[in-house]
């Protein structure tokens, strides 16, 4: 076994093991016995790591780690069923390509909006790819294959990992496929979103189609002239979008990031929604910036993005998570009234998930009831008016007048915020 150290810290190697120190540039510095490596109290150089052998790694350092040899990192390809990586997540995420996957949920939709009497249908935020790893397998990259009329696609044609030294720090390296990959992911979720929406309409016409993708993106299906659309919770940060492979923004956006070209738009769904719900975490910019917290993160950055992503295509809502605000119902205040501000809509997940003392519900429903005290009709709910607003839209671009430019701050890697 071989184990990599950026610190000794806490380092207790077994007799039998082998040290080699080595440069961040892969240069063997010393190999060092287990009695003969320095303090733990003593920090090592910047840059420089300690690879730890046991077994047979001890053997490989000793023949291949000499010192004034370079080594070399790379990372080989396993592709395995999700249930089997290492990174697991709850629940299990299942690959929005299987033709067995679109089934069951297509009848599950069914069978609900059939069954009862409904107002709308909400997919949660597992209406994704698990991530940019996630749905590689031998049978769906042969489909892209096929349906992009590209050559034999391998893992590494869509891209590999590079690791750093001594961190071990990964990072993707795009492959000759990466860029159709991520369009073709993109295209599977929006031909999905269409399918479910047409699902819905044509059982129940009058039924609203939303998701609730928090941390990532969701959404679904095709509107036919007039008719009501359907609604999305994504995730405020695009730019995690070609990780999750859910383009939520709408089909025009010119929102800035480097994947969305002209291609990439067209995988674009908010024009498919009636609303589209995007998480946040804390209130305002200026109170995430006063709390060392990154404010593309905050409920006002995300509506900034939001709004001009979804391009007057669909409503947006400020998804808010309740849990965030546990013993602090006067911080929710401030965070409704950011969303309020910024976005069409409001959406609180979740109170069976808020395990809180009664006091504290209490305190909570005080905030609601005083900033829900005047009842209000949601903009999805007013016939005509998203028509009404992108016609005035489109007859401000006739006249030249430019859209504000989009704010984009940064996110949190890995939430979709």
């Not at 994504?234 to 480097?258: H, K, L, Q, T, V």
């Not at 995007?278 to 939001?306: C, D, F, K, M, N």
Request: charged share 20%; proline share 8%.
């Amino acid at each position: 076994m071989l184990a990599v150290c950026s610190t000794l810290a806490g380092l207790k190697p077994p007799r039998e093991a082998l040290a080699a120190i080595v440069a961040g540039d892969g240069r063997v510095l010393a190999q060092v016995e287990p009695a003969a490596l320095p303090s733990p109290g003593i920090d090592l150089p910047a840059g420089v790591g300690v690879l730890l052998g046991t077994g047979a790694g001890a053997h490989f350092l000793r023949a291949s780690a000499c010192p004034g040899n370079r080594l070399v990192f790379q990372t080989t390809a396993a592709c395995v069923p999700i249930e089997e990586r290492p990174e697991q997540q709850i629940p299990l995420m299942t690959n929005p390509r299987s033709a067995q996957v679109r089934r069951h949920i297509l009848s599950r939709v069914e069978e609900i909006v059939r069954g009862y009497p409904i107002d709308g249908t909400m997919f949660d935020d597992r209406l994704r790819y698990a991530g940019i790893h996630a749905g590689v397998s031998e049978e769906t990259r042969r489909q892209c294959d096929q349906d992009r009329g590209l050559g034999p696609t391998g893992p590494d044609d869509v891209f590999r990992w590079e690791m750093g030294f001594p961190q071990i720090a990964r990072q993707v390296v795009p492959g000759s496929h990466y860029d159709a990959w991520l369009l073709w992911r993109a295209l599977t979720i929006r031909n999905f979103v269409a399918q479910a929406a047409r699902t819905v309409r044509s059982i129940r016409p009058t039924a609203t189609v939303s998701a609730d993708a928090g941390s990532c993106y969701g959404v679904y299906s095709e509107p036919a002239g007039d008719s009501p659309s359907l609604p999305a919770d994504a995730g405020s940060w695009y730019g995690e979008y070609p990780a999750c492979g859910a383009n939520w923004a709408a089909d025009d956006s010119r929102a800035g990031f480097r994947f969305l070209t002209d291609s990439c738009r067209r995988t674009g769904f908010a024009g498919l929604l009636d609303w589209l719900a995007t998480g946040r975490a804390s209130p305002a910019i200026a109170r995430a910036l006063a709390a060392g917290a990154i404010p593309g993160a905050s409920v006002e950055a995300a509506g900034q993005l939001s709004n001009p992503a979804a391009s007057d295509q669909t409503w947006t809502c400020a998804g808010i998570t309740l849990t965030d605000y546990s013993g602090r119902p006067e911080v929710l205040r401030h965070a409704l009234q950011a969303a309020a501000a910024t976005t069409q809509g409001i959406i609180v997940f979740d109170l069976p998930h808020c395990e809180l003392p009664a006091t504290a519900s209490e305190q909570f429903w005080a905030v609601f009831g005083e900033a829900f005290r005047e009842p209000a009709v949601p903009p999805h709910a007013v016939p005509g008016l998203p028509v009404q607003v992108r016609r005035e839209k489109a007859e401000r671009k006739a006249r030249g007048v430019a859209d504000p430019p989009v704010i984009i701050h940064g996110g949190i890697p890995g939430t979709g915020l």
